[in-house]
Nanobody, 124 residues
Framework: QVQLVESGGGLVQAGDSLRLSCAASGRTFSSYAMGWFRQAPGKERDVVAAISRSGTITYYADSVKGRFTISRDNAKNTVTLQMNSLKPDDTAVYYC?????????????????WGQGTQVTVSS
């Protein structure tokens, strides 16, 4: 069992930065690939970024490439999403998710555990 708690969301202006963190419980964090997803009102939950359990393989949605960076610290049981040059289209609830596998994938149903989400709102 893994429990995930996101933090770091908030209200910012376009062009600003935010850093989201996801803290995981348990002693087997390094066994899980991790993903960040987001869901805007009326839209599906989509992958933003994913990272392998070792941290060596990352994936980014085209919409965030060059602006967002995913990283993890297996010693601290945390995964982070650094978001720069934020745009109003980035407004959504952001979720952290864990998948007991080597690499992260893009499909939400492939993930076993989810956090409660953190709201990110970017004003124009």
């Amino acid at each position: 069992q893994v429990q995930l708690v996101e933090s770091g969301g908030g209200l910012v202006q376009a062009g600003d930065s935010l850093r989201l963190s996801c803290a995981a419980s348990g002693r087997t964090f390094s066994s899980y690939a991790m993903g960040w997803f987001r869901q805007a009102p009326g839209k599906e939950r989509d992958v933003v970024a994913a990272i392998s359990r070792s941290g060596t393989i990352t994936y980014y949605a085209d919409s965030v490439k060059g602006r967002f960076t995913i990283s993890r610290d297996n010693a601290k049981n945390t995964v982070t999403l650094q978001m720069n040059s934020l745009k109003p289209d980035d407004t959504a609830v952001y979720y952290c998710a864990a998948r007991k596998a080597i690499v992260g994938v893009t499909a939400p149903y492939e993930y076993d555990y989810w956090g409660q989400g953190t709201q990110v709102t970017v004003s124009s």
